[in-house]
């Protein structure tokens, strides 16, 4: 049997955010626009059944009383990407990390341009965040969301100074 898809939309300070859960766990958050959104076709029906939780506690971060999401994931993706994706678990809220400091935590130093690329590919943004990791220089690079959502996102958190971001 396959697996039971239901997504609903909400709006954020970043846009509408589709929400999709895959059998009523969260499995996706897209922004409009984003980098490797699939069709939404893909999203099931809307439905709003499976999201109570995930909505409390985005706002609650938007509106900054949550720093640490406490929600199951459902992370579909390679074993790599999975491992990528669970590093960025670890990075707390207002930090950032570079691509070659993930790589070496992994165990896979000198592999930073594949931690891009599964950066990249995460399919839960701001819940799983990818937007906490920069250049090793400091520089904002590719973000899915695009770069002024990461720019707005890190400001929000605190966790990037303009003076040490390259823009």
């Known amino acids: 049997m396959s697996p039971l ?3 609903t939309v909400i709006d954020s300070p970043y846009d509408p955010l589709t929400l999709v859960a ?3 766990v969260l ?3 897209y922004m409009v626009d984003q980098r490797h959104r699939p069709a939404p076709e893909t999203f099931g029906d809307r439905d709003d059944e499976p999201f109570p939780e995930v909505i409390e506690q985005l706002n609650a971060f938007f509106q900054g009383e949550l720093t640490e999401f406490t929600l199951p994931l459902h992370l579909e993706g390679t074993p790599f990407q999975r491992s990528v994706w669970e590093q960025l678990l670890t990075i707390p809220y207002g930090e950032t990390r570079s691509y070659g400091q993930l790589a070496d935590q992994l165990g896979k130093a000198g592999a930073s341009r ?3 690329l599964a950066n990249g590919k995460n399919p ?3 819940v799983v965040p990818c937007h906490r990791v920069i250049g ?3 520089s904002l690079t590719g ?3 695009g770069l002024d959502r990461k720019r707005r996102l890190l400001a929000f958190e605190g966790g990037a100074r303009e003076e040490n971001l390259l823009f």
Do not use: E, F, R
Request: aromatic share 4%; proline share 0%; no cysteine.
């Open 5 to 7: 898809k239901q997504h």
């Open 22 to 24: 895959t059998d009523g």
């Open 27 to 29: 499995s996706a958050l």
């Open 114 to 116: 594949a931690v891009g």
């Open 124 to 126: 839960i943004g701001i």
């Open 136 to 138: 090793s220089g400091g």
């Open 143 to 145: 973000y899915g969301g």
